[in-house]
């Protein structure tokens, strides 16, 4: 059974820093790209940041510079450490890993950004 368990969410000042973490269990994980995609309310759902199973990165231009994303195949976990955050950087953020055809999601943490 595949478990993605998400972390790290909360309530930050704009400016702030948040990291959230997302532990995985029952998949070879080292094989699988890893993503964090965002959802704010009345909005469809985005990705935010990915990591493929060979370490390249994406980011969506919106966070560039002030989000980074990592991981650890030997923990399992893939991190987003978000800086500088801003009001619009509201929203639930869901973990996912993928490898055709399979695709998992955690089931999401919140993150406001106000003051």
């Known amino acids: 059974q595949v478990q993605l368990v998400e972390s790290g969410g909360g309530l930050v000042q704009p400016g702030g820093s948040l990291r959230l973490s997302c532990a995985a269990s029952?998949?070879?994980?080292?094989?699988?790209?890893v993503g964090w995609h965002r959802q704010a309310p009345g909005k469809q759902r985005e990705l935010v940041a990915h990591?493929?199973?060979?370490?390249?990165?994406y980011y969506a231009d919106s966070v560039k510079g002030r989000f980074t994303i990592s991981r650890d195949n030997a923990k399992n976990t893939v991190v987003l450490q978000m800086n500088s955050l801003k009001p619009e950087d509201t929203a639930v953020y869901y973990c996912?890993?993928?490898?055709?055809?399979?695709?998992?999601w955690g089931q999401g943490t919140q993150v406001t950004v106000s003051s």
């Open positions: 996912n890993v993928a490898r055709a055809p399979n695709t998992y």
């Open positions: 029952g998949i070879t994980f080292s094989i699988y790209g």
């Open positions: 990591i493929t199973s060979g370490g390249n990165v």
